[in-house]
């Protein structure tokens, strides 16, 4: 509606009125709009920047708050997983190794499967771009067994990808077609066309 393309519109002005009013929980809601709002604008740096801001709310929020810190400290780890992106696309990979691992760090303060599952694929990337493919392997493949367990199909798919890549850039064609034709029946299920459009394009081009 008008009122949240307009509040979207002024998230960075809302973003720093509510973190130095020490309003976190709101700050960190409308900085990290304004984060993804610079992201889609490849204002990268500028990007980052909310991103940490983001991080640094939710956190105080959670150290004055005794309840509903698991949920503050999931919210972290999407917010990180967004930065480890930010991280890749400028060429900060140790930057991006440095965030997987607070995410799985705060998979075990928490004891959540489905972080701890999202740092093991962001390990799997992070190896993958420094062409360490088995070290690749390993840590999506731990990723998706972990997300499959929980029944996340629409997550397992971006492990099943991961995988296919990951053959695809070791030169592994059979196997790599094999992950990226498993995608298409679950990208069916959860009923993301686009998804499965990929499936079939990445297959074309093996």
């Known amino acids: 509606d008008i009122y949240r393309d307009r509040r979207r519109e002024y998230c960075e002005m809302l973003a720093m ?3 130095k009013g020490e309003v976190f929980i709101k700050a960190a809601k409308y900085s990290e709009t304004a984060g993804d709002k610079l992201a889609g604008f490849y204002a990268n740096e500028e990007a980052l920047e909310y991103y940490n801001q983001a991080i640094e709310a939710l956190n105080k929020q959670a150290e004055s708050d005794e309840f509903g810190i698991a949920d503050r400290r999931r919210r972290v780890g999407d917010v990180a997983v967004k930065r480890i992106t930010l ?4 060429g900060k990979i140790d930057d991006a190794e440095k965030d997987a691992s607070y995410i799985s760090d705060l998979s075990r303060e928490i004891n959540d499967r489905f972080l701890e599952s999202t740092a093991l694929n962001s390990f799997g990337l992070i ?6 493919y088995d070290k690749a392997i390993e840590s999506t493949e731990k990723a998706l067994e972990i997300r499959e367990a929980m029944g996340r199909k629409d997550s397992a798919v ?14 592994d ?5 094999e992950y990226f034709e498993r995608i298409i029946p679950l990208s069916e299920q959860t009923g993301n066309k686009r998804l499965v459009a990929d499936a079939y394009n990445n297959i074309s081009l093996i």
């Open 173 to 177: 064609l059979e196997k790599s077609r």
């Open 87 to 90: 991280f890749i696309h400028t």
């Open 158 to 171: 971006g492990c099943l990808n991961g995988l296919g890549v990951i053959y695809w850039s070791k030169g």
């Open 127 to 132: 190896a993958r771009l420094r062409g360490d």
């Open 17 to 19: 009125h509510f973190y």
